[in-house]
């Protein structure tokens, strides 16, 4: 099957041809561009998947592109202006139904057949005689994932991809450091369950648009109920999902998702972008993505890079330069395009004149609202602790930026302490992504603030933070939530970066040895170092640090009773301190400051 290109303006029809004219002798055998639907895509299992087939004018071979997607080929053609900008760069564009959704054959299993499937798909491009065997891909969230779980099959004529805003391991994205991410049960219902019900003939919402009008009857009782196995709306359009819950964060089982220490497995060309506002992924994803392929290549960044914005999740947040309500002016925004295309004219096609990153590593640093590059992530800075000194519902601790200051005479205990309530768990300010002026937060009883004095200079925090702090409770497993913001002199207090980054259960503190459950008094530490922003606090802000068990309903509560709440319902309160002792017990925040007097800084692309 064909469709027709009437839908494109003159303009890109013009840019096609142009890009054939410009690359390949006229040929009369055709005379326009070339899109084909229902292509079909054999796997080695015999398994068969549907694409459409986007060509320039002209008989090739081509260097290829190839997208692959469970929200639908179409509606990605449809809706997404690159695939149309990559055949008038004189691209060949397989544009792929991931294994079971839409036109595709096959079971839908979220991420578990991607590797094997997307290598199919690659080699079976570099087969195709319009293909001239240079394999490219590219994609933004799950069709980001995909791209890297190929990859880590060791595809032979994989020579470059970007993979935006998406994963490095199941430990940050089905869990968060041990906390479950209840964002999945949207997903599904909002994004997949639709196409599972016409396919199985279930009764229920068949279009995404119905389905997200369906949720705001259905939100409360999705989000609350408890066990999180008991969600019966799950069982006929996603049975995986509940499969995922019997599965603890240790588990083996979740190895299809892990790509730490895989990275030597592809020699390609590697893109890693993100936003620091990316709820769905976050920038941990990109970062730790980078940094383990620059290791696996004997640390040098060659055909490795990073780009992270301001963004909240999304292709269109790239072109925005608002993040939920902070603003970061023109700067922020980005042709993403045109960024990807410049990326695969060098990697792909070879083109020496091709337009790329000046450098490894650039990043949006926000409050300065300027691009910064550097040559390795993170970029060198100076790691600064402060110290918290006592705080009590209501009223605020402080940061102390002296290391050498006492808190308190040795052997004296002292401790910050609130009491969390499941029933009554610490709410996301916003149901939208993005930074959120989060005041209020500090007038919760189960919420500790510290805040630094009021800055005398202009100050860069750029890089990976930490939270080192001790911990006891009277209870056998707790979550830390350890949030940074930045408190403008009129109150005005913006979250920084994603949530999901911040937050370790405390019967994973140490992941190695699988889960650990608390003795009731006993002081651990408990350090949070998946932490990362770029942000500059101007003279007159504050620096805020606020301690909580829960940030609902993005992410699950901790039951306090030992038991997962994957399995269990039974909760109980618990009294949450965090120490201060001079001695042994130093709770402290560990912030990388940047000397701006050396960094440079670039403008827009």
Same mark, same amino acid.
């Given at each position: 099957?064909?469709?027709?290109?009437?839908?494109?303006?003159?303009?890109?029809? =013009?840019?096609?041809?142009?890009?054939?004219?410009?690359?390949?002798?006229?040929?009369?055998?055709?005379?326009?561009?070339?899109?084909?639907?229902? &292509?079909?895509?054999?796997?080695?299992?015999?398994? &068969?998947?549907?694409?459409?087939?986007?060509?320039?004018?002209?008989?090739?071979?081509?260097?290829?592109?190839?997208?692959?997607?469970?929200? +639908?080929? #179409?509606?990605?053609?449809?809706?997404?202006?690159?695939?149309?900008?990559?055949?008038?760069?004189?691209?060949?564009?397989?544009?792929? #139904?991931?294994? +079971?959704?839409?036109?595709?054959? +096959?079971?839908?299993?979220?991420?578990?057949?991607?590797?094997?499937?997307?290598?199919?798909?690659?080699? *079976?491009? @570099?087969?195709?005689?319009?293909?001239?065997?240079?394999?490219?891909?590219?994609?933004?969230?799950?069709?980001?994932?995909?791209?890297?779980?190929?990859?880590?099959?060791?595809?032979? !004529?994989?020579?470059?991809?970007?993979? @935006?805003?998406?994963?490095?391991?199941?430990?940050?994205?089905?869990?968060?450091?041990?906390?479950?991410?209840?964002?999945?049960?949207? *997903?599904?219902?909002?994004?997949?369950?639709?196409?599972?019900?016409?396919?199985?003939?279930?009764?229920?919402?068949?279009?995404?648009?119905?389905?997200?009008?369906?949720?705001?009857?259905?939100?409360?009782?999705?989000?609350?109920?408890?066990?999180?196995?008991?969600?019966?709306?799950?069982?006929?359009?996603?049975?995986?999902?509940?499969?995922?819950?019997? !599965?603890?964060?240790?588990?083996?089982?979740?190895?299809?998702?892990?790509?730490?220490?895989?990275?030597? =497995?592809?020699?390609?060309?590697?893109?890693?972008?993100?936003?620091?506002?990316?709820?769905?992924?976050?920038?941990?994803?990109?970062?730790?993505?980078?940094?383990?392929?620059?290791?696996?290549?004997?640390?040098?960044?060659?055909?490795?890079?990073?780009?992270?914005?301001?963004?909240?999740?999304?292709?269109?947040? $790239?072109?925005? $330069?608002?993040?939920?309500?902070?603003?970061?002016?023109?700067?922020?925004?980005?042709?993403?395009?045109?960024?990807?295309?410049?990326?695969?004219?060098?990697?792909?096609?070879?083109?020496?004149?091709? $337009?790329?990153?000046?450098?490894?590593?650039?990043?949006?640093?926000?409050?300065?609202?300027?691009?910064?590059?550097?040559?390795?992530?993170?970029?060198?800075?100076?790691?600064?602790?402060?110290?918290?000194?006592?705080?009590?519902?209501?009223?605020?601790?402080?940061?102390?930026?002296?290391?050498?200051?006492?808190?308190?005479?040795?052997?004296?205990?002292?401790?910050?302490?609130?009491?969390?309530?499941?029933?009554?768990?610490?709410?996301?300010?916003?149901?939208?992504?993005?930074?959120?002026?989060?005041?209020?937060?500090?007038?919760?009883?189960?919420?500790?603030?510290?805040?630094?004095?009021?800055?005398?200079?202009?100050?860069?925090?750029?890089?990976?933070?930490?939270?080192?702090?001790?911990?006891?409770? #009277?209870?056998?497993?707790?979550?830390?939530?350890?949030?940074?913001?930045?408190?403008?002199?009129?109150?005005?207090?913006?979250?920084?970066?994603?949530?999901?980054?911040?937050?370790?259960?405390?019967?994973?503190?140490?992941?190695?040895?699988?889960?650990?459950?608390?003795?009731?008094?006993?002081?651990?530490?408990?350090?949070?170092?998946?932490?990362?922003?770029?942000?500059?606090?101007?003279?007159?802000?504050?620096?805020?640090?606020?301690?909580?068990?829960?940030?609902?309903?993005?992410?699950?509560?901790?039951?306090?009773?030992?038991?997962?709440?994957?399995?269990?319902?039974?909760?109980?309160?618990?009294?949450?301190?965090?120490?201060?002792?001079? @001695?042994?017990?130093?709770?402290?925040?560990?912030?990388?400051?940047?000397?701006?007097?050396?960094?440079?800084?670039?403008? $827009?692309?």
């Amino acid at each position: 099957m064909r469709r027709d290109f009437s839908r494109l303006s003159p303009a890109v029809l =013009a840019a096609l041809a142009l890009a054939w004219l410009g690359s390949c002798a006229p040929s009369s055998s055709s005379s326009a561009p070339s899109h084909e639907v229902d &292509v079909v895509i054999p796997m080695r299992d015999g398994v &068969v998947l549907r694409a459409e087939l986007l060509r320039p004018i002209g008989p090739g071979p081509f260097p290829t592109l190839v997208y692959r997607t469970p929200y +639908g080929a #179409d509606a990605a053609v449809d809706d997404h202006t690159t695939f149309e900008r990559a055949v008038a760069r004189g691209y060949a564009v397989v544009v792929q #139904d991931v294994r +079971g959704r839409y036109r595709s054959d +096959g079971e839908f299993r979220p991420y578990e057949n991607e590797g094997k499937d997307g290598y199919d798909t690659i080699e *079976w491009a @570099a087969r195709q005689p319009w293909s001239d065997g240079n394999i490219g891909t590219f994609g933004l969230s799950y069709p980001g994932a995909v791209q890297w779980l190929a990859a880590v099959e060791s595809p032979p !004529h994989l020579k470059a991809m970007v993979p @935006a805003m998406t994963f490095s391991t199941p430990q940050n994205f089905f869990y968060s450091w041990g906390v479950w991410d209840l964002s999945w049960s949207y *997903w599904i219902w909002a994004n997949i369950a639709p196409d599972t019900r016409v396919k199985r003939n279930l009764p229920g919402p068949r279009t995404e648009e119905e389905a997200r009008a369906s949720w705001t009857q259905l939100e409360s009782r999705m989000q609350d109920t408890l066990p999180l196995s008991a969600l019966d709306d799950m069982r006929d359009v996603a049975p995986y999902y509940l499969e995922w819950l019997r !599965h603890p964060p240790e588990d083996p089982f979740w190895s299809f998702a892990e790509l730490r220490g895989r990275y030597g =497995a592809t020699d390609a060309a590697v893109l890693n972008l993100s936003g620091w506002h990316d709820d769905n992924y976050g920038p941990e994803g990109a970062t730790t993505n980078f940094r383990g392929l620059v290791d696996a290549r004997g640390g040098q960044p060659a055909r490795a890079a990073l780009l992270i914005g301001p963004w909240v999740h999304g292709v269109d947040a $790239t072109a925005r $330069t608002r993040s939920g309500e902070r603003e970061f002016g023109p700067a922020a925004a980005i042709d993403y395009d045109a960024v990807i295309l410049d990326w695969m004219d060098r990697h792909v096609r070879g083109l020496p004149t091709a $337009t790329g990153l000046a450098s490894p590593v650039r990043y949006f640093v926000m409050g300065a609202n300027h691009w910064a590059t550097a040559e390795s992530w993170p970029p060198p800075a100076r790691p600064t602790p402060y110290l918290l000194t006592p705080a009590a519902p209501g009223r605020a601790g402080t940061l102390v930026g002296d290391e050498s200051r006492p808190l308190a005479a040795s052997g004296t205990v002292v401790v910050s302490e609130f009491v969390s309530d499941p029933d009554d768990p610490v709410r996301n300010v916003s149901d939208r992504a993005g930074a959120h002026d989060s005041r209020t937060l500090v007038e919760r009883p189960d919420v500790l603030t510290f805040d630094s004095a009021p800055l005398e200079a202009d100050t860069e925090v750029t890089g990976h933070i930490r939270a080192e702090l001790f911990v006891s409770c #009277d209870c056998r497993d707790t979550d830390i939530w350890a949030r940074l913001f930045d408190v403008a002199p009129d109150g005005t207090a913006f979250n920084l970066m994603s949530p999901g980054l911040d937050v370790l259960r405390a019967s994973y503190r140490e992941p190695g040895k699988g889960r650990q459950l608390l003795e009731p008094g006993q002081v651990y530490a408990l350090r949070l170092d998946k932490l990362v922003t770029s942000n500059v606090f101007k003279r007159g802000h504050r620096i805020r640090l606020q301690i909580s068990t829960t940030l609902f309903p993005n992410f699950s509560r901790n039951l306090h009773t030992g038991e997962m709440e994957t399995v269990s319902a039974r909760r109980q309160k618990a009294t949450i301190r965090i120490h201060h002792d001079a @001695a042994a017990h130093q709770s402290r925040l560990v912030l990388p400051l940047m000397d701006t007097n050396t960094r440079q800084e670039t403008g $827009t692309k």
